[in-house]
């Protein structure tokens, strides 16, 4: 069975700097994908980034991009320029494509403060 | 991306009783999708509702305790039946969307049991 760990229960930064929140993940699968969501206080899910693991090349969206090593099964995400309303719970997931289902498996959290 | 909501947005219940939570998508979709999100804890997936057909429960829920109806492509709801204060927790549904391995969540119901 699939497995995502994030290690970091909590990180913090000071606005305008980088962030990195690491994400590792078990599979025996070579077709995946792999997510970030955002989970502010208001508790609304929201899809921040998306790797395909067919995909080299590292996804990025505007101020978050990630760091995508498949050898390794890591998925980190790096917040650039960081913003107050980063502040949030981060969680990765991971979706197989071997299978007739889009079940998402997540990790347990990040909690992500950002300081002014 | 497909725009989901949920009522109630919160409740506060009894023990023994029962609440159904709504989920409305403005898109039709395949497949929706019930999670539940216990106090400082991540997601954990409950069952997957596909129209027409019943729904499929993960390990260690069961149709009993959380019914779940899927009558048309834009809506669903889960039933917490016979509840006890172990299922406070946020209930949310989710939908895939565009090529169908983006999943979308709707803002959540947050249910205590008392």
């Known amino acids: 069975a699939q497995t995502v760990t994030q290690s970091q229960p909590e990180m913090s930064v000071q606005e305008a700097e980088t962030v990195t929140l690491s994400c590792t993940y078990d599979t025996s699968e070579s077709d995946y994908y792999l997510f970030w969501y955002k989970q502010p206080p208001s508790r609304q899910m929201i899809l921040v980034i998306r790797q395909e693991a067919y995909k080299q090349q590292n996804a990025t969206e505007n101020r978050f991009s990630v760091n995508f090593q498949k050898a390794a099964k890591s998925f980190s995400l790096k917040i650039s320029d960081s913003q107050l309303g980063d502040a949030a719970m981060y969680f990765c997931?991971?979706?197989?494509?071997?299978?007739?289902?889009?079940?998402?498996?997540f990790g347990t959290g990040t909690r992500l403060q950002v300081f002014p | 991306s497909a725009v989901i909501s949920q009522k109630p947005s919160r409740d506060i219940c009894q023990r023994g009783t029962s609440l159904t939570i709504q989920c409305q998508v403005d898109s039709q979709v395949t497949m929706m999708f019930w999670y539940r999100q216990q106090p400082g804890q991540s997601l954990t997936l409950i069952a997957t509702?596909?129209?027409?057909?019943?729904?499929t429960y993960e390990s260690g829920f069961v149709i009993d305790k959380f019914p779940i109806s899927r009558p048309n492509l834009t809506f669903s709801t889960l039933t917490v039946s016979n509840m006890s204060p172990e299922d406070s927790s946020i209930y949310l549904c989710?939908?895939?969307w565009g090529k169908g391995y983006e999943q979308y969540f709707g803002p959540g119901t947050r249910l205590t049991v008392t």
């Open positions: 997931a991971y979706r197989s494509d071997l299978y007739n289902t889009d079940k998402l498996i």
């Open positions: 509702a596909n129209q027409g057909s019943e729904a």
């Open positions: 989710s939908v895939t």
